[in-house]
Antibody
Framework: EVQLVETGGGLIQPGGSLRLSCAASGFTVSSNYMSWVRQAPGKGLEWVSV???????YYADSVKGRFTISRDNSKNTLYLQMNSLRAEDTAVYYC???????????WGQGTLVTVSS | QSALTQPASVSGSPGQSITISCTGT?????????VSWYQQHPGKAPKLMIYEVSKRPSGVSNRFSGSKSGNTASLTISGLQAEDEADYYC???????????FGGGTKLTVL
């Protein structure tokens, strides 16, 4: 059974850093495209980042230069390192598997990141 | 990359059909047959309902169907049921560096 479990969210001050983790089971992270998608409170979904099976990474303009997506093949885990956090980064962050370009078939339960002083 | 445009809300009575539109540009919806649709109930993670414009994942009811014409994609739900009441989001691939552009979401109310 495919499962994704995110951890690492919490309350962080503006300018701070946080690392989110997404532990996968039932499939191999490194063989798939994997993404982070976020949802601000009461708002819609926003694609954040993707790591392709070959290792290439891409980011939304809103997080480029501040966020880094990575994976640990030995742990079958996806990460999102978030630096220079801003209030507008406050959201539930979901990791999702992308079996093909532009769509996501399995999602984690999400982890809430709150950026506030 | 701008978000795709969806109506903020749609409604219908049980048994009726509704259609949600999703308008993009020639750089996203118009360029790729890679539009997907997601259903999200309050407090829950999104669920994939349609991918590659009109394909249904295993387990998704055939009451859900998708189509595309030019820069606009559509999701049609037939035989509306109470449990269909949720938020719906479209998403389009827009190139390798912009893996997914989402719509603003549509709240479906079943009257």
């Amino acid at each position: 059974e495919v499962q994704l479990v995110e951890t690492g969210g919490g309350l962080i001050q503006p300018g701070g850093s946080l690392r989110l983790s997404c532990a996968a089971s039932g499939f191999t992270v490194s063989s798939n495209y994997m993404s982070w998608v976020r949802q601000a409170p009461g708002k819609g979904l926003e694609w954040v980042s993707v790591i392709y099976s070959g290792g290439s990474t891409y980011y939304a303009d809103s997080v480029k230069g501040r966020f880094t997506i990575s994976r640990d093949n030995s742990k079958n885990t996806l990460y999102l390192q978030m630096n220079s956090l801003r209030a507008e980064d406050t959201a539930v962050y979901y990791c999702a598997r992308a079996p093909g370009a532009g769509h996501f078939d399995y999602w984690g339960q999400g982890t809430l990141v709150t950026v506030s002083s | 990359q701008s978000a795709l445009t969806q109506p903020a809300s749609v409604s219908g009575s049980p048994g009726q059909s509704i259609t949600i539109s999703c308008t993009g540009t020639s750089s996203d919806v118009g360029s790729y047959n890679l539009v997907s649709w997601y259903q999200q109930h309050p407090g829950k993670a999104p669920k994939l309902m349609i991918y590659e414009v009109s394909k249904r994942p295993s387990g998704v009811s055939n009451r859900f169907s998708g189509s595309k014409s030019g820069n606009t994609a559509s999701l049609t739900i037939s035989g509306l049921q109470a449990e269909d009441e949720a938020d719906y989001y479209c998403c389009s691939y827009a190139g390798s560096s912009t893996f997914g552009v989402f719509g603003g979401g549509t709240k479906l109310t079943v009257l």
